[in-house]
């Protein structure tokens, strides 16, 4: 079974600074991929970005990229100039894949507040 | 395309009832999963389907059933309620194998 560790349950950052949230995962997959998602408070899932695990290449995303070390099982997302907008619950998500469809695995969150 | 959608928003339960939530999608998604969300956690997998008549057990399927007779729909029905059955219930889906999921807006269920 796959295990999503984030271990920062609550972060905080002034506006326009960047902020880096950890997560790391346990699997004996080689075939995976990884999530953050996003979650205001009006509950929504919000997908934030992806990664590929056979791709070396961090993803980006406008303001947002990861530090994805395979060997180590990190998958950390860096927040550039925050906005009060990214104040949310952020969730890291491992997937994998059997004949019965896909399947996500959620860490517990990290509370960030974007702070004016 | 409205997407994943779910009803009801808000339900509330005596200890057991039995109910059926509701997802549907309108993007052609072969791949539909359950999730539940309890206070200050992350979502935990339920159910989930890669297709009509095809579906397996997620992390917490003990007191769900689901079935997929269409690819639009996947309700996730509730035998007997239980007050540990309360939580926030998201639909997801995505259109192909290890592709992005997308979320429907929740249920939320309280069972006294």
């Known amino acids: 079974a796959q295990t999503v560790t984030q271990s920062q349950p609550e972060m905080s950052v002034q506006e326009a600074e960047t902020v880096t949230l950890s997560c790391t995962y346990d699997t004996s997959e080689n075939n995976y991929y990884l999530f953050w998602y996003k979650q205001p408070p009006s509950r929504q899932m919000i997908l934030v970005i992806r990664q590929e695990a056979y791709k070396q290449q961090n993803a980006t995303e406008n303001r947002f990229s990861v530090n994805f070390q395979k060997a180590a099982k990190s998958f950390s997302l860096k927040i550039s100039d925050s906005q009060l907008g990214d104040t949310a619950m952020y969730f890291c998500?491992?997937?994998?894949?059997?004949?019965?469809?896909?399947?996500?695995?959620f860490g517990g969150g990290t509370r960030l507040m974007v702070k004016p | 395309n409205a997407g994943v959608t779910q009803t009801p928003k808000f339900q509330v339960l005596k200890t057991g009832q039995s109910m059926t939530l509701q997802c549907a999608q309108d993007?052609?998604?072969?791949?539909m999963s359950w999730y539940r969300q309890d206070p200050g956690m992350g979502l935990r997998l339920i159910h989930y389907s890669v297709g009509a008549g095809i579906t397996d057990q997620g992390e917490v399927p003990n007191g769900y059933n689901v079935s997929r007779s269409t690819t639009e729909d996947f309700p996730l029905r509730l035998l007997s309620a239980a007050p540990s059955q309360t939580s926030v219930y998201f639909c997801a889906s995505s259109w192909g194998a290890m592709e992005t999921q997308y979320f429907g807006p929740g249920t939320r269920l309280l069972v006294l």
């Open positions: 993007m052609n998604h072969e791949y």
């Open positions: 998500a491992f997937m994998k894949h059997n004949n019965a469809g896909n399947m996500l695995t």
